[in-house]
């Protein structure tokens, strides 16, 4: 069974400043797949950035990087230079290897963000 | 392009009716996945359908939800008898090759 922490409920972050969102998760398998969405208030889940768990070097999607440690099993969110419209909640997510069957997500509890002008 | 929509954005039901949820996936996606967020239970998944095959209902908290998904495309999410803990949105996603998932809005059910 997959499982995924994030120990953060709640963040307050400068604008401008950067800010790390926290996601371990526990898994037996050796190929998986994390995923980071976005939750604004509307309610949308917004696709973020993805890293596969062979993937060597950290994902990267403009201010959005992922700071996977595969050790620690951790891969932590990294926004850069925050935005008002970053204030959501942001979810990490897992998905089974290939072949697993189907891939549905397994996600964290969810860590609020808030920018703070 | 158009994006996952869903129908209706907000149902209020009494307890102990029917209720039907609709998704229509991003044309040519062959996956849809339906979940559900809860505040007690975060975000659970409930059933999952690819192409012909059979669907994995491995999600589905009770034999009183049920799913069918017509012609590879429109998905109706069905639950019968509501109980006041079915409410919750219910989010579907469409995926073209099952990684990445685009989620629709959601579906917020209020069961009275």
């Known amino acids: 069974a997959q499982k995924i922490t994030q120990t953060q409920p709640g963040m307050f972050v400068q604008e401008k400043e950067a800010v790390t969102l926290d996601c371990t998760y526990d898994?037996?398998?050796?190929?998986?797949?994390l995923f980071w969405y976005k939750q604004p208030s509307s309610g949308e889940m917004i696709f973020l950035i993805y890293?596969?768990?062979?993937?060597?070097q950290n994902a990267t999607e403009g201010r959005y990087s992922l700071n996977f440690q595969k050790a620690r099993k951790s891969a932590n969110l990294v926004i850069s230079a925050s935005q008002l419209g970053d204030s959501a909640m942001y979810f990490c997510?897992?998905?089974?290897?290939?072949?697993?069957?189907?891939?549905?997500?397994?996600f964290g509890k969810g860590t609020k963000l808030s920018v703070i002008p | 392009g158009a994006g996952v929509s869903q129908s209706p954005s907000n149902k209020v039901t009494e307890k102990g009716k029917d209720v039907e949820l609709r998704c229509d996936p991003i044309?040519?996606?062959?996956?849809l996945y339906w979940y559900r967020q809860s505040l007690g239970q975060g975000l659970e998944f409930l059933i999952y359908?690819?192409?012909?095959?059979?669907?994995?209902k491995s999600g589905l908290p009770s034999d009183r939800f049920s799913a069918e998904r017509t012609g590879g495309s429109v998905s109706t999410l069905t639950i019968q008898r509501t109980q006041q803990e079915d409410s919750a949105v219910y989010l579907c996603?469409?995926?073209?090759?099952?990684?990445?998932?685009?989620f629709g809005p959601g579906t917020r059910l209020t069961v009275t």
């Open positions: 996603a469409s995926s073209p090759a099952g990684l990445e998932q685009y």
């Open positions: 890293q596969g768990s062979y993937d060597e």
């Open positions: 044309s040519g996606h062959t996956a």
């Open positions: 997510a897992m998905i089974p290897p290939k072949g697993a069957g189907s891939y549905q997500l397994t």
């Open positions: 898994t037996s398998d050796q190929s998986y797949g």
């Open positions: 359908f690819q192409g012909n095959s059979a669907p994995d």
